[in-house]
């Protein structure tokens, strides 16, 4: 069992730079490290959407398109967290951040991912 929290979203200028966090906590036998972690994003009227991935051991990440090279992800599993640095944002990043983990999951869908955050907005002003 994995509870997670979301944190660092907030209201910036287009061009800025904001760092989201998501800090797990696991039950007794759970361990962080078997998980595959994710970041995804919602607007409202629209399907929540896949933004980036990392896999368990932080070697290999994903990114949708359209944040590739201005978002990346890592993550901290001493610490059984995981961040996205965003970079460079624009108005059309303006979501609800969501994070999620789960063991064996798809790195660009959101198949496998049993655990989710309750997401931190992120509104980017033009």
């Known amino acids: 069992q994995v509870q997670l929290v979301e944190s660092g979203g907030g209201l910036v200028q287009a061009g800025a730079s904001l760092r989201l966090s998501c800090l797990a906590s696991?039950?007794?036998?759970?361990?962080?490290?078997?998980?595959?972690m994710g970041w995804f994003r919602q607007t409202p009227g629209k399907d929540r959407e896949f933004v980036a991935s990392?896999?368990?051991?932080?070697?290999?990440?994903f990114y949708r398109g359209s944040v590739e090279g201005r978002f990346t992800i890592s993550r901290d599993n001493a610490k059984n967290t995981v961040y996205l640095q965003m970079d460079s944002l624009k108005p059309e990043d303006t979501a609800v951040y969501y994070c999620?983990?789960?063991?064996?999951?798809?790195?660009?869908?959101?198949?496998?991912?049993?655990?989710w955050g309750q997401g931190t907005q992120v509104t980017v002003s033009s």
């Open positions: 999620a983990a789960g063991v064996y999951a798809h790195f660009r869908t959101s198949r496998g991912y049993n655990y």
């Open positions: 696991l039950a007794s036998g759970a361990t962080f490290s078997n998980h595959r």
């Open positions: 990392v896999s368990e051991n932080g070697e290999n990440t």
